[in-house]
């Protein structure tokens, strides 16, 4: 790799202002100043200091935020505030993306990246991906509903759900549920409780496969998942 597109991909400016860089000697490589911006370099085995502080080379980046609600989970929008415009811009550099999508009013988990490999093999329904949610329902959730959702509901227009786990933790005129499912349609959890006559007033996930919401993580803060995080992820796929 160039050494002016490594630099440039660790945040340290355009092309142009990486060769402004070069020039002013600031750029060594394995102990060499390196001027010429195409001199090539391991970004593996060779050791690249900037300014005399060393620079490691980061291909993807894996975040896990607690998305608060009123933030939209897209990179861009007109109108509303996204998950990206939460980050800071040494994050935002990489270009990383939601793993699929929170709807705006919903809370919490929530995988950024810019492994596009890993999240397609997260997202794809093939293969069965575990995402719970913990919700406060208008209604009375019976067992009845438990055994609906386990047999999977039909949706307003038609579509049958694959089954889900619906765990009751409070039953009354206002109820509170864990639920657990496999799939990321439109609306899918507020669909699902529409389809028994209930309506989701609050709505958080709390896991997505191996990993789960960190409890330290307040609203709209987010931190790099850890390598064993990412292994974890990756051996799910």
Known sequence: MRIDKFLSNMGFGSRKEVKVLLKSKAVE???????DPKVQVDEQSDTVEVNGEAVEYVKFIYLLL??????????????????????????????????????????????????????HELLS???HVEKTYFAVIAGQVTSDDVKAF????????????????LKILKSGPVSEI?????????????????SVGKEV?????????PLSLDPALKLGQYRHLTVEEVELLKQRK
């Not at 490589?29 to 001027?35: A, E, K, Q, Y």
């Not at 998950?83 to 929530?110: A, M, S």
């Open 178 to 194: 864990e639920l657990t499912i496999t799939e990321g349609k439109f609306h899918q959890v507020k669909r699902m409780f529409i």
């Open 29 to 35: 490589v394995n102990g060499i100043v390196v001027r």
């Open 66 to 119: 607690n998305k608060p609600a009123g933030v939209v989970s897209a990179t861009e929008d007109n109108y509303d505030r996204t998950v990206i415009d939460l980050l800071k811009e040494e994050e935002k550099h990489f270009q990383p993306f939601p793993v699929g999508r929170l709807d705006k009013d919903t809370e919490g988990f929530l995988l950024l990246t810019n492994d596009g490999q890993l999240a």
């Open 125 to 127: 329904p093939k293969k």
């Open 150 to 165: 386990e047999k999977g509901v039909a949706l307003e227009d038609g579509y049958v759900t694959k089954p889900g786990k």
């Open 201 to 209: 007033k609050y709505l958080k996930r709390l896991s997505m496969g």
